[in-house]
């Protein structure tokens, strides 16, 4: 099991099943490749490979004023996201990981959907046990 790197996410309990909310910004443009989940009845590991976020706004503002000239030209494609895409073609991000080594309770299967800006999660519980915590 590989150590986490990403350390927030947000849980929700539905009964059967339990989701796991991971904010990743830009992880929608990843290739389906560079993403994968593996899991046990116990541990849950979710890795998205070679992931570049897009340049915050801020950081962008904070550029252009270091620039003195400012481009006012329209119709460019959105900087950010020609950034991200070029490393993430490229391989230039860096690989993120969530892992849970201890589940709160077995589970039986997991899966995950890619979002514009998130993954979504969702343990099958072996059980209806409420879960107060992912990890035990």
Not at 31 to 50: A, G, H, M
Not at 54 to 67: F, I, M, N, T
């Amino acid at each position: 099991m590989s150590k986490s790197n990403i350390t927030n996410y947000a849980f929700v309990d539905e009964d059967a099943r339990v989701k796991v909310y991971v904010e990743l910004p830009g992880v929608g443009n990843c290739p389906d490749e560079n993403i994968s989940l593996d899991f046990t009845e116990r541990s849950v590991c979710l890795t998205v490979k070679n992931y570049a976020p897009p340049p915050s706004a801020k950081a962008r503002v904070d550029d252009a004023s270091d620039e003195l000239v400012a481009d006012t030209t329209a119709a460019a494609p959105d900087a950010a996201e020609v950034v991200e895409e070029e490393a993430q073609r490229r391989g230039g991000g860096e690989d993120r990981c969530l892992s849970f080594g201890r589940l709160y309770a077995e589970i039986e299967n997991a899966t995950y959907r890619k979002k514009a800006d998130r993954v979504i999660i969702t343990l099958t519980k072996k059980d209806d046990t409420a879960w107060s915590a992912v990890i035990a």
